[in-house]
C-alpha cells in the first residue's frame, strides 16, 4: 500500500514502479540540471538559479513550454545522483537549487535531502496543482514556493490541462503555501524565503488572468510577490487550438500588467514581450540533458 501514489491530486493510486500514473513516469527522471539566469531576478541574481528540470508533468498543458520534458525526455536519474547534483550546483555558486515540475517526484527530493541537504536555499517550481499532503510533507526542505497560477477559468484548465478542477486545487494549495511561508526574506537582492505566484497570460484569454489577479488581491496579502509573464509562445499542441496558436498581444499584455497595478499589486514582476521566442526555453538535447 505505501507504494501506490498519491502525490498529486490526481491520485492515480498506482505502483509506479510498475505502472505509470498521469505524469507518465516512474523512477526519477531529470532532463536537465544547470545554471539559469532567465528566472525573476530574486531568484535569479547575478550567478544564476540552479535549475533541474524534471521529467513528466501531473499537468501536461497543451501549450507547455517545456513540451519535451514534461511529455518525458531525460535521463534516469537515483536520489544519491540527486543529492550529487545539489552539490555541483551549490559548486557553480547557484543561488538557489531550483526543482522545476518536482511534485510527481516528491519522495525521491525527500530522500535526496536525507543524503544532502543544500545549503543554500530550495525552490518548489510547480503547475499550481498540488496536493496538501505533499506540500506537507515538504515543509522542512522547501524554502521558497514558486508555484504557477495558470486558470481562475476550469473550462480553459479543462481545455488545455485535463484539469477541471484546477482553480479550487490550485487557491488551496496557495494558501497552503503562504502559510507554510508566511513572511518574505530578500537578502542583498536574493530571495531566501518566501512565495512568488507566477501566472503566464495566455492569448485571448484576458479574462482569466484578471480573475487570477482577483483572487490574488483578495485573499493574499498585497504585497505578495507576482510574475506576471507575457513570455508564451505557441510549442507544443498549441496548434491544436487556433485560439492559442499564436504569441501574445502587446495589448492583451498591457491589459494584464494595468490590472494588476489597479489592484495595488505593486510586487509584480514584468517582461518585455521580447521574452516570447523560443530562444529563451532551455536546450534539452543529449548534450546538455546534466550539467
Known sequence: MENLCL?????????RSKTRGYCN???LKIARAALHKWEEPIISGSKGSGTIFFSGCNLKCAYCQNFEVSRGKGKDMTSSSLADL???????????????????????????????????????????????????KLKDLVDIFIPDFKYS??????????????FQVCTNALIKMRQLRPIDIIE?????????IRHLVLPNATENTKGVLDWIANNMPKDTYISLMGQYVPVGDAYKFPEINRKLKPLEYKIATQYALKLGLDNTFVQSLDSATEDFIPDFDETSLIL
Do not use: W
Not at 87 to 99: F, G, P, S, T, V
Not at 156 to 166: E, F, G, I, V
Open 7 to 15: 502525490l498529486c491530486p490526481r491520485k492515480c493510486y498506482v505502483d
Open 25 to 27: 513516469q516512474g523512477s
Open 86 to 136: 545539489f552539490k555541483k550546483l551549490e559548486d557553480l555558486q547557484a543561488h538557489n537549487i531550483n526543482l522545476v515540475t518536482p511534485t510527481h517526484f516528491a519522495d525521491d527530493i525527500i530522500k535526496a535531502c536525507e543524503i544532502y541537504k543544500p545549503k543554500i536555499p530550495i525552490v518548489y517550481n510547480c503547475g499550481g496543482y498540488e496536493s496538501l499532503g505533499t506540500l506537507e
Open 153 to 166: 477559468d476550469n473550462a480553459l484548465a479543462t481545455k488545455y490541462s485535463n484539469c477541471k478542477d484546477y
Open 188 to 196: 542583498n537582492g536574493i530571495m531566501k524565503k518566501g512565495l512568488i
